[in-house]
């Protein structure tokens, strides 16, 4: 399985950014997905994540009602859509695949960087 995250950039307090995820080498259906970011100095913490169908999703605290995460199937993706941006939202963003009933995330992909300038 490979990831291909993208979407990354540079945005001002308040903008808005999608990051994408390419999925391959897989069966896409076969796995939960989710999104990561990691700060300078900071450890990995979780954003989001999101059920084979995409029927569950779940989120962050800190990013509850500003971020939404979706897939679709039929394109092996899955979407992170940033809004209301925060300084302190800046980070890598990575995304991970999560065979279905595991606990684990088996795969990662490289991560994408996004900065939020005040």
């Known amino acids: 399985v490979q990831l291909q995250a993208s979407g990354g950039g540079l945005v001002q307090a308040g903008g808005s950014l999608r990051l994408s995820c390419a999925f391959s080498?897989?069966?896409?259906?076969?796995?939960?997905m989710g999104w990561f970011r990691q700060a300078p100095g900071k450890k990995r913490e979780f954003v989001a994540a999101?059920?084979?169908?995409?029927?569950?999703?779940f989120y962050a605290d800190s990013v509850k009602g500003r971020f939404t995460i979706s897939r679709v199937n039929s394109k092996n993706t899955v979407y992170l859509q940033m809004n209301s941006l925060k300084p302190e939202d800046t980070a890598i963003y990575y995304c991970?695949?999560?065979?279905?009933?595991?606990?684990?995330?088996?795969?990662w992909g490289q991560g994408t960087q996004v900065t939020v300038s005040s």
């Open positions: 991970a695949a999560q065979l279905a009933g595991t606990a684990e995330y088996d795969y």
């Open positions: 999101i059920s084979w169908s995409g029927g569950s999703t």
């Open positions: 080498g897989g069966t896409f259906t076969n796995y939960g």
